[in-house]
């Protein structure tokens, strides 16, 4: 199978289902943030002196986004149908949560606003946090009425997940937060 098919070509792509629509169409573009962050957790979990348990969860994190982005790509939900694969539960959201916890739990108290930066995998995971927002944003834009209610809660506490492991890796690294 080659990677080409030509068939977006003229500026249209298929969605699960068949349903062509143009590659500007905002689902095409909720699933493209999403495919963007999962790139630039790559992107961090590609870091040498990136932690092992923050790589780890990160690798998990990519695999929902995987989720995610299939679902967007599905407004027929037909996906579903076929497999846990591409289900994104309550229990991942709580996943997601008990990490933005432990982390947390061994961070000064924040009192005010921090500027982004800090180590290059604590920037890098600033920049995939506002990714992340991006993302949020084009799922909102289709409709909270129009998709499952988890995926924008996912992608809304990872976001939180994002802003607390780049101070934590900061923090690890004895990068001071520079306040605003």
Not at 45 to 64: C, F, H, N, T, Y
Not at 83 to 109: C, H, N, T, W, Y
Request: net charge neutral.
């Amino acid at each position: 199978m080659k990677i080409y098919t030509r068939t977006g070509d003229a500026g249209g792509t298929a969605l699960f289902g068949g349903a062509r629509v143009l590659k500007n169409d905002p689902r095409v573009a909720a699933y493209g943030d999403i495919d963007e962050l999962n790139a630039c957790l790559g992107v961090v979990r590609a870091q040498a002196d990136v932690p092992a348990d923050i790589a780890s969860l990160l690798e998990g994190v990519q695999k929902d986004l995987f989720a995610i982005g299939a679902r967007l790509a599905d407004p027929s939900e037909r996906n579903v149908k076929r497999g846990e694969k591409v289900v994104v539960s309550d229990a991942d959201i709580q996943r997601l949560e008990d990490a933005i916890d432990r982390f947390e739990s061994g961070l000064p108290a924040l009192r005010r606003f921090i500027l982004p930066g800090g180590s290059p995998v604590g920037a890098q995971l600033h920049v995939a946090r506002t990714v992340c927002r991006r993302a949020e944003r084009a799922v909102v834009a289709l409709g909270v009425d129009q998709i499952d209610a988890r995926l924008l809660a996912y992608v809304n506490r990872l976001s939180d997940l994002l802003f607390v492991l780049a101070r934590a890796v900061n923090h690890g690294a004895a990068q001071p937060e520079v306040e605003w």
